[in-house]
């Protein structure tokens, strides 16, 4: 007879959403070297083909991978090391910096997606503060919450990380941008006089029922894009565009996994679409993970934009406030909800 396994019933994903035992591994996202960015008189042509190559797996896939990307790997070790010491510390110690309704940033270890429960703890930071978001009609101001002793330098380390995440997606927009061909630079003034982006710190304990739940369960990045560190351990899963089937983002050392949320998926009008992914656990190994999600400022109009429209390309979105849907999105996250979460297709013409 089979032992039996005591888990809390609200981590049990719907059979259609377990993970299946063998992912496929025949396949993974497009690999881009962003060399090109750092030389100092890249060539035309290879700046050329570097965009059409983000823009072709922005279009197949929604998700790639990028190499020489700029970010230094000391930092990311100061980083990653930063991220292990603070989940490894006592619960109540961690409970300090507790996230809730009022303070919604720091540690915080229910959250549930589609309204089951993710197997994981996260602590989230931002890297403009405050960070402002629409509330009753006025706005809310969100502080930082960081330990106050350990592990040491957390603060530090999190806000020197963040400042090169933040130089990295601008970078990446540029790229995008082009691929769209839009003006380089189209992207940057959503961005100006504070943005909502955010970094999170992902903790997947082993779990006992890996079949049965989710690190996070199947979902879509809200923000611009997202740029991902993960560790070695791998369990990252992408809904493949051509058919559907959740493939494993193997992990390449030192690499960034990228991918567009659903803002570029409406300023592209479609063209480019936030793809779905989850993360899948592991009975024997925790894993770690560190997404950067970069986020317009709260007063932001998301609509498709003008340049990409024609006649024959009607705008498929009516415009909608981002602070309003952000500060929608993380409230649900709270809770159970009986109702869906809002979505985009909401704003479908
Ligand atoms: C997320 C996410 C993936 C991962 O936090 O939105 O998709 O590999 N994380 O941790
Ligand atoms: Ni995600």
Known sequence: MGELQVIDPAFIQAPEHRPKPESVQ??????????????REPDLGTLESLVAQIGQACKDWGFFQVINHGVALHLREKMELVSKQFFAMQKDEKKKVARDEVKPLGYYDTEHTKNVRDWKEV??????????????????????????????????????YGAEMEKLG??????????????????????????????????????????????????????????????????????????????????????????????????????????????????ERERFS??????????????????????????KYRAYCWGEFFATRKLSNFKKLDVENVQIYHFKN
């Open 170 to 283: 601008h970078k990446l927009l540029e790229l995008i941008a082009l691929s769209l061909g839009l003006e380089r630079d189209r992207f940057k003034g959503f961005f100006e006089g504070g943005t909502t982006s955010f970094i999170r710190l992902n903790h997947y304990p082993p779990c006992p029922v890996p079949d049965l739940a989710l690190g996070v369960g199947r979902h879509k990045d809200a923000g611009a894009l997202t740029v991902l560190a993960q560790d070695e351990v791998g369990g990252l899963q992408v809904k493949r565009k051509s058919d559907g089937e959740w493939i494993l983002v193997h992990p390449t050392p030192n690499a960034y996994i990228v991918n567009v949320g659903d803002i570029i998926q409406v300023w592209s009008n479609d063209k480019y679409e936030s793809v779905e992914h989850r993360v899948k656990v592991n009975a």
């Open 26 to 39: 025949a396949n993974n996202v497009p690999l881009i070297d962003l060399s090109p960015l750092g030389a």
């Open 290 to 315: 560190i997404p950067y999600f970069m986020n317009p400022t709260h007063d932001t109009k998301v609509e498709p934009l003008d340049e990409l429209l024609s006649s024959r390309n009607a705008a």
């Open 123 to 160: 602590f989230d930071f931002t890297l403009q503060e405050p960070m402002i978001l629409p509330h009753d009609h006025e706005h809310r101001e969100m502080w930082n919450q960081w330990p106050p002793h350990n592990p040491p330098q957390m603060k530090e380390v999190c806000q020197q």
